[in-house]
């Protein structure tokens, strides 16, 4: 059996009779030393100090990016929703005059042929330059 257990299976009941050293020697370990107080505010430190540091990163982050996007010269949101309005809008005013050019086209095909008075220019008329 190994030294741990063998303290721990100690009932320190049992030397009640013994000297005062011989108790003294059998108590467990106590853990609130000054060494492991100064790690644990020293820990504590460098986490607040890590925290920052990341939010450091973070803004320069996205002050980094924000520039970017600046110098790509990209187009608002706004502006985009307002041009892509006006393009359904045209291509809806599109559509509404190829349906009106079909049914005027239909209109004029069942239209009787009627014959032209017009005489056709003659080609003798017309000389060809030589």
């Known amino acids: 059996m190994c030294k741990k257990a063998m303290i721990k299976a100690i009932d320190f ?5 013994h000297s005062a050293l011989a108790r003294r020697r059998m108590k467990p370990m106590q853990t609130n030393s000054r060494i492991f107080d100064d790690i644990a505010r020293l820990a504590s430190g460098a986490l607040g100090t890590a925290q920052g540091m990341k939010s450091e990163w ?8 924000e520039r970017l ?16 309005a006006m393009a359904v809008s045209l291509s809806e005013t599109v559509e509404a005059q190829n349906t009106r050019i079909e049914a005027l086209e239909k209109k004029l095909a069942a239209r009787p042929k009627t014959t032209s008075t017009r005489k056709p220019k003659s080609a003798s008329s017309t000389k060809p330059k030589s």
């Open 58 to 65: 973070e803004n320069l982050f996205h002050q980094r990016i």
């Open 13 to 17: 009941d049992d030397f009640a009779g």
């Open 69 to 84: 996007v600046a110098d790509m010269d990209l187009v608002p949101r706004e502006e985009f929703d307002a041009i892509k």
